[in-house]
């Protein structure tokens, strides 16, 4: 499945991307809030392996964000099963050097439309690191509320922001608010 938006193409992340996320995961701030340490190039790598196997298994999975002027490489975002929580996320990785362009939320707008409207699943979750305020706002912006917190089986504090699908969502009046 390639995506595109008016300033992104998103193709399936792949091991063509490995090396520019590397580069991405080395940032202080970004590698802080994704396990606390920068992955080197083989640990992307075998994320990216990883990554491909989550599309070969469900049809989905993690986009490369590449800006079609420039065709730039400048993150990730996509869908991500947790199986320990029955749960699909959805996740975004952005270099600094474009954080607070709107890159991201064009990008995680793109995933939600594809996760309710194609996909048909009923509810998203965004797992967070608590210091991570820029993607908090974002998750908010983007309709999803806190949940709960929880810790990750690699013992990583997160919380955990959720969404409902539109057919999902209840009205105050009590009917479906779609």
Same mark, same amino acid.
């Given at each position: 499945m390639h995506l595109e938006t008016e300033r992104l193409l998103m193709p399936p992340l792949s091991?063509?991307?490995a090396a520019a996320?590397?580069?991405?995961?080395?940032?202080?701030?970004?590698?802080?809030?994704i396990g606390g340490a920068a992955l080197d190039a083989e640990g992307t790598a075998a994320q990216v392996r990883r990554f491909e196997a989550v599309w070969r298994e469900h049809g989905f999975g993690q986009s490369a964000l590449v800006t079609r002027v420039s065709g730039t490489f400048v993150g990730r975002t996509g869908l991500h099963?947790?199986?320990?929580w029955d749960e699909v996320e959805l996740g975004y990785v952005v270099a600094r050097r474009i954080q607070g362009r709107g890159l991201a939320?064009?990008?995680?707008?793109?995933?939600?439309?594809v996760a309710f409207r194609r996909l048909g699943l009923h509810r998203l979750t965004a797992v967070i690191h608590p210091d991570n305020?820029?993607? =908090?706002?974002?998750? @908010?912006?983007? /309709?999803?509320? $806190?949940? =709960?917190?929880?810790? @990750?089986?690699? /013992?990583?504090? $997160?919380?955990?922001?959720?969404?409902?699908?539109?057919?999902?969502?209840?009205s105050r009046a009590g009917g479906p608010d779609c």
């Open positions: 091991g063509l991307h996320l590397t580069e991405v995961y080395a940032e202080p701030e970004i590698a802080r809030h099963p947790w199986p320990q939320t064009e990008a995680a707008r793109a995933w939600l439309d305020a820029p993607s =908090r706002a974002l998750a @908010t912006r983007l /309709g999803f509320r $806190v949940h =709960r917190n929880d810790i @990750t089986p690699a /013992g990583v504090p $997160v919380v955990v922001y959720e969404q409902l699908a539109p057919s999902q969502r209840i």
